[in-house]
């Protein structure tokens, strides 16, 4: 039966009965009777409207499910509510479930969460966070993150949006701890920022280099006063018999070779435990490469032909780091190029960015190699790598100084071919 049904009926017997008192009493009766029937309806409705309207006022506070009690269509109304408002709470309590659940799982990561609005204030962080950066969960809300994290490597990375590497923060404060913090997007214009505790890997790898510099230390005085005994026992001729020649000549090899290592290791260390270089010293480089030239074709004793293009000024830099870092490239393309190549040295600017290239027809390399070739110790063809005095730490050397100067190390190679590395510096470093 449709809703109005009831209520139709309801109007129409009154109709009638109204009807019949006009005509079997006098029509004043009737007009009467039909106008308080009326009123008493409009009452009903108005007392029923009344309860619905303060059951709506009180659930806006109370999360009561209790409806009033009703009969008809009032009743129906009443009781499609009470379903209404069962399931509102139910949805209600399901969706606080999923978001306690949730920030559990944000409080037992072992990361610090900090959520940010498109303006890098902070919404919501979990505890780990409060603790790693002295956020206040409650009263620092609202506040931009750049207010209660200081640092101005930090304020940069969070203006720059586009970088991807995460900063490195060191707290002075105790408890002392290194932090990596990153960024990154979420929904619309929201971030989520990360920070992770990398103490202990930290501490590990500074005793990691620590180690490898400090071995290297001391390799390094036994080391030379064995190559100095060698020397001498050639100069003075007395390795006499050509067996103890042969074994002589064997171990002033092994050792020089040890000698080689040992300063590409300090050489290393060196470059990971010194600050990048300042952008205030200016180094020639055209005169840095005029030198290198000599000695690339001292190495290569006449057997490359060697030729530099200078079409670009001085640099901001570490002479030395650039020094060693050219003349690993340069000292790699001879000793990977078979007698007679070509080696060109460019320095030049390109789309005008300062870049150094060192192009050879020598070998050339495998495509697969390519991105491991500046792994410390790895070599394709490890045989020619020793035979021509290589450590396998050339090219980590390189790509280690040019990190420190803001560039980056491109390398282009066709086997057979030859190959192109390419140091490419930031604009700002030009002098
Ligand atoms: P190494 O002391 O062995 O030369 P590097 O780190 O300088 O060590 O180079 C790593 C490897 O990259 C080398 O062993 C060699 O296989 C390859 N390589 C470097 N430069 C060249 C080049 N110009 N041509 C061919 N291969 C090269």
Same mark, same amino acid.
């Given at each position: 039966?449709?809703?109005?049904?009831?209520?139709? +009926?309801?109007? !129409?017997?009154?109709?009638?009965? @109204? %009807?019949?008192? *006009?005509?079997? &009493?006098? $029509? =004043?009766?009737?007009?009467?009777?039909?106008?308080?029937?009326?009123?008493?309806?409009?009452?009903?409705?108005?007392?029923?409207?009344?309860?619905?309207?303060?059951?709506?006022?009180?659930?806006?506070?109370?999360?009561?499910?209790?409806?009033?009690?009703?009969?008809?269509?009032?009743?129906?109304?009443?009781?499609?509510?009470?379903?209404?408002?069962?399931?509102?709470?139910?949805?209600?309590?399901?969706?606080?479930?999923? +978001?306690?659940? !949730?920030?559990?799982?944000?409080? @037992? %990561?072992?990361? *610090?969460?900090? &959520?940010? $609005? =498109?303006?890098?204030?902070?919404?919501?962080?979990?505890?780990?966070?409060?603790?790693?950066?002295?956020?206040?969960?409650?009263?620092?809300?609202?506040?931009?993150?750049?207010?209660?994290?200081?640092?101005?490597?930090?304020?940069?990375?969070?203006?720059?949006?586009?970088?991807?590497?995460?900063?490195?923060?060191?707290?002075?404060?105790?408890?002392?701890?290194?932090?990596?913090?990153?960024?990154?997007?979420?929904?619309?214009?929201?971030? !989520?920022?990360?920070?992770?505790?990398?103490?202990?890997?930290?501490?590990?790898?500074?005793?990691?280099?620590?180690?490898?510099?400090?071995?290297?230390?001391?390799?390094?005085?036994?080391?030379?006063?064995?190559?100095?005994?060698?020397?001498?026992?050639?100069?003075?001729?007395?390795?006499?018999?050509?067996?103890?020649?042969?074994?002589?000549?064997?171990?002033?090899?092994?050792?020089?070779?040890?000698?080689?290592?040992?300063?590409?290791?300090?050489?290393?260390?060196?470059?990971?435990?010194?600050?990048?270089?300042?952008?205030?010293?200016?180094?020639?480089?055209?005169?840095?490469?005029?030198?290198?030239?000599?000695?690339?074709?001292?190495?290569?004793?006449?057997?490359?032909?060697?030729?530099?293009?200078?079409?670009?000024?001085?640099?901001?830099?570490?002479?030395?780091?650039?020094?060693?870092?050219?003349?690993?490239?340069?000292?790699?393309?001879?000793?990977?190029?078979?007698?007679?190549?070509?080696?060109?040295?460019?320095?030049?600017?390109?789309?005008?960015?300062?870049?150094?290239?060192?192009?050879?027809?020598?070998?050339?390399?495998?495509?697969?190699?390519?991105?491991?070739?500046?792994?410390?110790?790895?070599?394709?063809?490890?045989?020619?790598?020793?035979?021509?005095?290589?450590?396998?730490?050339?090219?980590?050397?390189?790509?280690?100084?040019?990190?420190?100067?803001?560039?980056?190390?491109?390398?282009?190679?066709?086997?057979?071919?030859?190959?192109?590395?390419?140091?490419?510096?930031?604009?700002?470093?030009?002098?």
């Amino acid at each position: 039966m449709p809703f109005w049904a009831g209520p139709l +009926l309801r109007i !129409l017997t009154l109709i009638v009965v @109204a %009807l019949a008192v *006009g005509l079997f &009493l006098d $029509d =004043a009766t009737g007009w009467a009777l039909l106008a308080a029937g009326l009123a008493a309806g409009y009452a009903y409705h108005l007392i029923q409207l009344g309860r619905l309207t303060r059951w709506l006022d009180r659930t806006r506070w109370e999360n009561a499910v209790a409806v009033p009690e009703s009969s008809g269509e009032w009743g129906d109304a009443f009781a499609a509510l009470y379903r209404l408002r069962r399931e509102e709470l139910a949805g209600r309590e399901r969706l606080s479930d999923s +978001l306690e659940r !949730l920030s559990q799982a944000a409080e @037992a %990561l072992p990361d *610090g969460i900090v &959520l940010l $609005d =498109a303006m890098k204030r902070i919404e919501w962080c979990n505890s780990v966070a409060t603790r790693h950066l002295g956020i206040d969960a409650v009263q620092d809300r609202g506040m931009p993150i750049t207010h209660l994290v200081r640092e101005p490597v930090f304020t940069a990375y969070v203006q720059d949006e586009g970088k991807v590497d995460p900063v490195v923060l060191k707290s002075t404060s105790p408890p002392v701890r290194t932090l990596s913090l990153s960024m990154i997007p979420f929904a619309e214009s929201g971030r !989520l920022l990360i920070s992770r505790d990398i103490t202990a890997i930290e501490l590990a790898d500074t005793m990691r280099r620590d180690f490898v510099a400090n071995v290297s230390h001391e390799l390094r005085t036994p080391l030379t006063v064995i190559v100095g005994f060698l020397e001498g026992l050639a100069a003075g001729d007395v390795v006499a018999s050509p067996n103890l020649a042969r074994h002589h000549a064997l171990m002033y090899e092994q050792a020089l070779r040890m000698e080689r290592l040992v300063r590409d290791l300090l050489a290393l260390s060196a470059l990971d435990d010194t600050q990048p270089p300042a952008n205030e010293d200016v180094v020639d480089i055209p005169a840095l490469l005029a030198t290198l030239v000599e000695e690339g074709t001292a190495l290569s004793g006449g057997k490359h032909k060697l030729t530099l293009e200078i079409a670009a000024g001085n640099f901001y830099g570490s002479r030395e780091e650039l020094r060693s870092a050219f003349s690993n490239l340069i000292s790699n393309a001879v000793r990977y190029s078979p007698e007679g190549g070509d080696i060109a040295l460019r320095w030049v600017l390109r789309d005008g960015l300062p870049v150094f290239e060192v192009a050879d027809n020598g070998i050339g390399i495998a495509t697969d190699h390519i991105p491991r070739l500046t792994e410390r110790f790895y070599r394709v063809d490890k045989g020619r790598s020793s035979a021509t005095g290589g450590t396998g730490l050339g090219l980590a050397i390189a790509k280690h100084v040019l990190i420190r100067h803001q560039g980056k190390l491109e390398i282009e190679s066709t086997p057979g071919k030859g190959s192109t590395f390419r140091a490419v510096f930031p604009k700002a470093r030009l002098s």
